[in-house]
């Protein structure tokens, strides 16, 4: 009997010691302790941070003018940023998935161009296009325009570095979808609007979603080209991350870190929502994936 | 279309949705365009200052012209904000580190004369200050003067003269020091290079090294703005820090200047001149004493503000280093003398 005991005991210690299963465990930690370290431990230390000096302290650093100002410039950017990202980037991505024309290679190199250039030179681009000594600053000038250092240019910095999300997303989807729906739609009477509305845009909806999202949270959280066209003046070029960075060298450390925690609140509501969706809406996006 | 995803996609969403966007856009373009507002284009320790000195500057305006004014701030390194005004930001006053940076103005823009200096009393600097050590408590390196930063061993924080208008005033002052120690050019140059080498991180401006020393706890030194250190003192206690003032140091005139081709654009040069003779003032004197800066008029400070300045001796960038414009193509261009001794690959 004892023989029995120890044998199954040797039996099961054996398939915890099985290689697969040490494998398969250590990745499991290493992985877990790598997430818990660089992403909920930082994440965490915000909160906490944010929380020290209580809540009444964290809501006056929230509704103090200069970061109302802030988060209602951050929210007015991106409202602005998304929209156009998404028209330009549903057109840019249909015409590259359904059509073959002269140039298409190039366009497609030329969408990712915001991902490969330093945010910082995306910032000077604009300043050496707008900025005072720039081709088209003496001229918008003596109009009484003011881009760079002023919320036009933020938006266009904005713009120029979000600019990929959406079609990133769309362009592989809509090529696998194929153009069959499409067609048939067209071949059964439809109008082409009311293809693109009732075919085009529903078979790609969560693609959309989720550039859409993401585009978002970019927009929301962008600080390198948007702090070389800001000028940083307070209360009304400083958006979120770059009122958080001057709150912070001003040995504001709980202000900044209760702006911060919005900023990060708002990309954890986007998270959120995408799992959310995904989760309602599970089995229709597995029948979805299935075509 | 049924689902409720798919209702937002559709048609009358969207133009919902166009409607509600332009209504924001309306909105906040109404907020962001406020009427008589100046723009003060500052270097980065000022923040403090230039808070008190503007609730002093508008209340006294509404008094006196009835007008509601308000004043909104930028800061940075003194040599980015300058670019910064060059670039085109729509700056009523430029209050920098220093007359170069705002010569740099004068010299690339039609903004203002270039005799921009002698348009406001004390060479346009209604406040000065200097260049001192903060150390930790109990000065255990043993830091006296500015021989002591080129030991080995000892490592010193200093913004990068380049982007930061207080580092060169830093870098200035020490080069003063070893010219009167040694006497001989070579030698000079071998302490400026000792002394570079003990420095770990060049910040881009003054008040990130101060968050480095302080904040991030790098380094026995930190050179840095007299009403800096001070104010070090009141975000962090003086149990932690301790300042030292060596026994020669520079005497730095932060100017200030009217940008003509901007308030004459926005229609705000009244209000733009007030607020800088406002800084002349027994009542902005004061303020400055009061935030560590050295006032021009010391008997309208409060005597306890003045007295704990450390005394020191002083040298003079116009008399000891020939003017900005030369100071400048000597120690900071491209090639001078920065470029040569300071070897960050070490």
């Not at chain 2, 580190?97 to 740099?104: E, M, N, T, V």
Request: proline share 5%; glycine share 8%; charged share 15%.
């Amino acid at each position: 009997m004892s023989d029995a005991l120890s044998t199954e005991f040797i039996g099961r210690q054996k398939a915890w010691l099985r290689p697969a299963h040490l494998t398969r465990f250590a990745l499991i930690a290493l992985g877990l302790a790598f997430l818990s370290f660089f992403l909920f431990l930082p994440l965490a230390a915000v909160f906490a941070e944010a929380a020290r000096r209580g809540f009444p302290a964290y809501l006056a650093a929230l509704s103090e003018p200069d970061a109302t100002s802030a988060i209602k410039l951050t929210l007015f950017v991106a409202a602005i940023a998304v929209p156009i990202n998404i028209v330009t980037g549903v057109a840019a991505a249909w015409a590259v998935a359904r059509f073959r024309f002269f140039g298409r290679n190039l366009l497609v190199s030329l969408i990712d161009l915001p991902f490969s250039v330093s945010p910082v030179i995306a910032g000077l681009i604009y300043v050496l296009l707008f900025g005072a000594q720039g081709y088209f600053g003496p001229y918008l000038r003596s109009h009484g325009i003011q881009i760079i250092f002023a919320v036009p240019g933020i938006v266009l910095a904005t713009i120029f570095v979000t600019f990929p999300f959406v079609a990133r997303e769309l362009i592989p989807h809509m090529e696998s979808l194929g153009s069959a729906e499409e067609e048939a739609a067209l071949t059964l009477g439809a109008s082409p609007w009311k293809m693109f509305w009732t075919v085009s845009v529903p078979n790609v909806k969560w693609s959309l979603l989720y550039g859409v999202l993401l585009c978002n949270a970019r927009a929301m959280g962008e600080f390198g080209a948007v702090a070389v066209v800001s000028g940083k003046i307070r209360g009304m070029t400083t958006t979120m991350p770059l009122h958080v960075e001057i709150l912070y060298n001003e040995y504001n450390g709980p202000a900044a870190f209760a702006v911060a925690s919005l900023l990060a609140a708002l990309s954890l509501v986007t998270l959120g929502l995408k799992t959310l969706l995904e989760w309602r809406y599970a089995d229709s996006l597995a029948a979805r994936r299935k075509h | 279309m049924s689902s409720p995803l798919g209702a937002l996609f559709g048609r009358k969403f969207a133009t919902r949705w166009l409607i509600g966007l332009s209504a924001v856009s309306i909105l906040a373009g109404s907020q962001i365009s406020l009427a008589q507002s100046l723009l003060n284009v500052s270097y980065d320790p000022t923040r403090e200052l230039y808070r008190e000195i503007n609730t002093a500057f508008t209340a006294q305006w509404t008094q006196k012209t009835g007008q509601a004014l308000t004043i909104k701030q930028s800061h940075g390194g003194s040599g980015a904000q300058a670019r910064a005004i060059i670039d085109g930001i729509d700056a009523d006053v430029a209050t920098l580190a220093l007359a170069g940076d705002i010569d740099a103005i004068a010299e690339r823009t039609t903004l203002l004369p270039k005799t921009w200096k002698t348009r406001l009393p004390e060479n346009s600097a209604p406040y000065t200050s200097t260049i001192v050590f903060l150390v930790r408590k109990g000065n255990p390196k043993g830091i006296k003067d500015w021989g002591d930063l080129a030991r080995p061993g000892v490592s010193v924080i200093t913004p990068n003269p380049k982007t930061s208008g207080g580092a060169r005033w830093n870098y200035l002052a020490a080069w003063a020091w070893a010219q009167n120690a040694y006497k001989d050019d070579k030698q000079v140059r071998a302490f400026i290079a000792a002394l570079l080498g003990n420095v770990p991180v060049l910040d881009t401006g003054a008040r990130g090294s101060t968050t480095t020393f302080a904040q991030r706890g790098l380094g026995d030194v930190l050179i840095s703005w007299e009403n800096e250190a001070f104010l070090v003192f009141d975000e962090f206690g003086k149990d932690n820090f301790e300042i030292v003032a060596p026994s020669l140091s520079i005497l730095a005139e932060p100017s200030v200047a009217l940008l003509d081709g901007n308030v004459d654009r926005k229609g705000t040069r009244a209000a733009a001149q007030a607020y800088l003779e406002f800084l002349y003032t027994p009542k902005a004197q004061a303020i400055i004493a009061k935030n560590h800066y050295r006032p021009r008029y010391p008997e309208h400070a409060n005597p306890a503000d003045i007295a704990i300045l450390p005394k020191l001796s002083f040298v003079t960038v116009d008399r000891d280093f020939g003017g900005w414009t030369k100071a400048h193509k000597d120690h900071f261009a491209d090639g001078g003398s920065f470029d040569q001794l300071y070897k960050p690959s070490r």
